[in-house]
């Protein structure tokens, strides 16, 4: 690794005070990354990856309830961002990283091993039907860029134990989607949290973390069939922005 790329690694690390063991599993991940012949991200230099995927996950430890968490989910987990950064820096929780595509579960899975990760496990299954086996069980739901605030709601919902938050990684806010978000997240018995913003690195762009806490049980019609809740919202917001702008 390039001493520039190291020394900004550390600077991340540092900011949440993670231990040696976590700043190796970071930087093997990097190497990982890097060297995967078909990740399903574009930026895998690790000059801009530190950035880009470590430190931009490693913001969500500024939700307290994230850093307490036990058992995580982290839904629509793509090239495995945030949940293998989580689980380097949260080595008491187990993070469940759900993927639909089996190629990109694939490469989850090497990352993971090649990091030295034994508590991220990689599931090559959709959100919803995942949540027909493991409803209930989790304290944290997490999503980055994925889909719109009413999408993760109810997808994030049937997962998450009654106490249990979703935490969403956005980016500019939306005042549309937020009223969205609030209307589907009162049908799923989930409590929206003001947004918090978070800057996770020098010229980021606007970034804010999204937090709905499980007041009750999650009503008996959900999780609707799989691609329903992208198809049909519940707030009946829709956008063609992307879930990052």
Request: with cysteine; net charge neutral; proline share 8%.
């Amino acid at each position: 690794m390039h001493p520039r790329t190291a020394q900004r690694l550390l600077t991340h690390t540092d900011r949440y005070d993670l231990e040696d063991v976590a700043i190796d599993q970071l930087a093997a991940l990097l190497a990982a990354l890097a060297a995967e012949p078909s990740p399903p991200t574009t930026v895998r230099d690790p000059a801009d990856a530190v950035d880009v995927h470590i430190a931009d996950s490693l913001s969500g430890l500024e939700i307290p309830v994230l850093r307490q968490a036990g058992r995580i989910a982290d839904i629509g987990s793509g090239a495995g961002f945030p949940g293998l950064v989580l689980a380097a820096a949260l080595p008491a929780a187990h993070v469940d990283l759900i993927e639909a595509t089996a190629r990109k579960c694939e490469v989850i899975a090497r990352l993971a091993r090649a990091a030295d990760l034994a508590n991220a496990t990689a599931v090559p299954a959709r959100a919803e039907e995942w949540a027909e086996g493991e409803a209930g069980r989790y304290d944290i739901v997490t999503a980055r860029a994925l889909a719109s605030l009413p999408v993760l709601a109810e997808y994030a919902a049937p997962l998450l134990r009654v106490g249990g938050s979703l935490v969403a990684w956005k980016g500019a806010r939306d005042a549309a989607e937020e009223e969205a978000g609030g209307r589907a997240a009162a049908a799923l018995a989930l409590n929206p949290v003001a947004p918090v913003a978070v800057r996770p690195f020098k010229g980021s762009r606007e970034r804010d973390l999204y937090v709905y806490t499980k007041a009750g049980p999650t009503p008996e019609r959900f999780p609707r069939r799989a691609g329903m809740a992208a198809k049909r919202p519940l707030g009946t917001w829709r956008s063609n922005r992307s879930p990052l702008n």
